[in-house]
């Protein structure tokens, strides 16, 4: 059937919503607006105002209770708006959903999923279209989902809910139009593991998420110049699947990182530091890099788009990676 | 009721009265030993003693039940051992041993019970509140008749996730009782330095809960109010709160050289030392005699000696095991995982305390 990201995404939530009577979904207008993005629309004539749970503006308050929930028994699956608005609960994020279980000598699980848009592309200036994920990738005790693919966005969500621990998962804004065709049946999948989105030769482009199609199309258009590029899809961003990384590079002898996130201390470098750790001798070129710009995201469109990876910024980097060393 | 004060009525059970008072010994000769032992070098990190404030957890822990949960802060000693927490797994776990309750990952100000449902031990102020928030939520939605108690300071008052959670709890009709410990100080800084409004039930009331200032020097004050509260709460009155107005007769924390306050403010607090006050009512009422406080200060010094030795006798965590508890092990505990089990140290600790002392 035909399915849009968003579409996947809200029949996920409805899979769980079904299958589980300890789900529930709470966040910001999910219910009476029906999702600022249009992600839980229809759910709260479905499910009633209890498991489709508005909340005043209070992401400490209503991500806490979404931990407590958790402690508690539930498996509260909870919507903060965007990214940027998270850092609000931060420090429930992580001075508590990541470290209970630790502090707490292994006694005390927080079987919490958080999903949040990331990324930019919409015009909407420097508050709204941050990418962090890879900050919170940082932080042991959380484990970081990026769905780029339909099929991920109808079924990591179910296998997130599984875990004991706290999952996020980071849709990028620019995603939920995109539309395909999606199996009826489409069910969960896996959390732990990159996937290779098309095999070469050459060279290995690593992303996730919202950059995805971009590299995809930069792939096709280095087909063209007969260099044959692998896209690696990284999926979860912590922890890393380091053996589906180095299996690639050990593959095509070279390496570039395309995130939307900046390039100082970011996911990007923890990616190329594992490479130069680890599969050194694998490689025939330098590891390169495609990041957004260090500048917060400007509003006007030129600019917006000159600060983000684009194609011809992937085909450059690719093309000068592959034409460098031996 | 909103913003005014509560006094017990008088007549109380002297037997009960009695229990109280060694409630609230257990806890002080527990945390004198604490300083005695941090001055040791045995147990390191910061420590904060609850010596003075004892009234409010002794009078609380009492309206609970088993299933109830508790929420606390990093001032949270008293509040695990009258949850039920052994003292001799709450000192292994202040000296780092895997015997503690926590197996030393916590230290004191992070300790945790799944057995007693006590949530900790948390450190940021104000945020332990959304959790007692959620837990609440977790029990309204699955039809359990829990309640979910929440320690702060005065302090949290002045944090944004302190009005955020109250305001969720109110709207959501949640079944938490939120307890105020108003000591005065957050830190050095005096409420009066930190608020424009100082009164703090007040504060409460504007989010519709019904809340009450209570002599928190007064146990059976505190204990007569946290019962009302908790049985409001819990047949369906919606969350309540309390402000418990008490005083630290000790620093902050052992690194306090205590500039913000005077000798005689903390000499005039003292002389309504909770446990002086219930012990001079009930030998005014004949209820205490001369043999009968002996012995509530031998079987309180009895239990401490006693987790001192299981504390003195823990061991040290292998180095291997350092990465575990960061994500859940495969195949784990189930009774772990939904909370019912106690942990085999905190079993130890518990079989020890009995076989010594035949205190619980």
């Known amino acids: 059937m035909k399915s849009s990201y968003r579409e996947a995404l809200r029949a996920g939530i409805r899979d769980a919503m079904i299958r589980d009577e300890r789900v529930f979904l709470m966040g910001e207008d999910v219910g009476a607006y029906g999702g600022s993005f249009a992600v839980s629309l229809g759910l709260l004539e479905e499910f009633g105002p209890d498991r489709i749970r508005d909340t005043p503006l209070s992401e400490s308050g209503f991500v806490g209770a979404g931990i407590g929930a958790a402690l508690g028994g539930m498996r509260p699956i909870v919507e903060i708006m965007t990214v940027n608005f998270s850092l609000l609960a931060l420090d429930q994020i992580v001075n508590n959903a990541a470290t209970l279980l630790h502090m707490s000598g292994g006694q005390f699980h927080v079987p919490l999923v958080i999903r949040m848009t990331t990324g930019a592309g919409r015009q909407l200036g420097a508050q709204h279209s941050h990418s962090l994920e890879g900050w919170y990738a940082h932080i042991p005790g959380l484990r970081i989902l990026a769905p780029a693919t339909l099929e991920d966005a109808r079924g990591m969500l179910w296998t997130a809910l599984q875990d004991p621990d706290p999952v996020l998962i980071f849709e990028h804004g620019s995603l939920y139009n995109v539309a395909g065709e999606l199996d009826d049946d489409a069910g969960p999948v896996d959390i732990s593991t990159a996937a290779i989105r098309r095999p070469g030769k050459d060279v290995s482009l690593i992303t996730y998420g919202g950059t995805l199609p971009a590299v995809l199309d930069a792939a096709d258009q280095l087909a063209a110049d007969g260099i044959d590029a692998e896209v690696l899809d990284l999926r979860t961003l912590r922890p890393l699947d380091d053996a589906a990384i180095l299996a690639s590079v050990a593959r095509t002898h070279r390496a570039v990182i395309i995130d939307e996130g900046w390039r100082s201390g970011s996911l990007s470098a923890e990616v190329s530091a594992r490479i130069t750790e680890q599969a050194f001798f694998d490689l025939d070129a330098p590891v390169g890099r495609v990041c957004s710009a260090e500048v917060p995201i400007p509003y006007a469109k030129h600019l917006e788009l000159a600060a983000l990876p684009s194609v011809e910024r992937i085909v450059a980097a690719a093309k000068a990676t592959a034409g460098a060393g031996g | ?360």
């Open chain 2, 1 to 360: 009721m909103t913003g005014t004060s509560v006094r017990h009525s008088g007549s109380v059970d002297a037997a009960h009265s009695r229990h109280l008072l060694l409630q609230m010994l257990r806890v002080r000769q527990l945390e004198e030993k604490c300083v005695e032992l941090y001055s040791a070098a045995k147990i390191r990190g910061f420590l904060h003693v609850y010596i003075g404030e004892e009234a409010v957890a002794a009078g609380v822990m009492t309206s609970l039940a088993p299933e109830d949960a508790v929420v606390a802060t990093y001032r949270e000693h008293g509040h695990a051992l009258l949850r039920g927490v052994p003292a001799g797994a709450i000192l292994a776990e202040m000296y780092g041993y895997v015997e503690g309750c926590c197996r030393g990952r916590g230290g004191s100000m992070h300790l945790f019970d799944a057995g007693t449902r006590f949530f900790g031990g948390n450190a940021i102020v104000a945020g332990g509140l959304p959790l007692a928030v959620g837990l609440a939520l977790a029990d309204k939605m699955a039809g359990r008749s829990n309640v979910t108690v929440c320690f702060f300071g005065e302090g949290a008052v002045a944090e944004g996730t302190f009005h955020e959670s109250i305001n969720l709890a109110a709207l959501w009709q949640l079944p938490v009782l939120f307890c105020c410990e108003n000591n005065l100080y957050a830190m050095g800084t005096a409420l009066v330095r930190s608020e424009s409004q100082t009164d703090i039930a007040l504060k409460a009331a504007a989010y519709e809960i019904p809340a009450w200032a209570v002599d928190g020097m007064d146990v059976l004050a505190v204990e007569e109010a946290a019962r009302r509260a908790v049985d409001a709460v819990r047949s369906g009155g919606g969350p309540h709160f309390l402000e418990l107005r008490t005083y630290r007769f000790r620093a902050h924390s052992m690194f306090d050289p205590e500039r913000y306050r005077t000798k005689e403010e903390v000499a005039r607090w003292m002389e309504r030392d909770p446990i002086t006050l219930l012990r001079a009512a009930l030998e005014t009422a004949g209820q205490l005699s001369a043999a009968e406080w002996e012995q509530l200060q031998a079987d309180a010094q009895a239990e401490v000696a006693a987790a001192v030795d299981f504390a003195e006798a823990g061991t040290p965590e292998p180095v291997e095991e350092l990465t575990r508890f960061v994500y859940s092990e495969p195949g784990g505990d189930e009774e772990l995982r939904t909370g019912t089990a106690t942990r085999a140290g905190t079993a130890a600790a518990r079989r020890h305390a009995g076989k010594t002392t035949g205190t619980p």
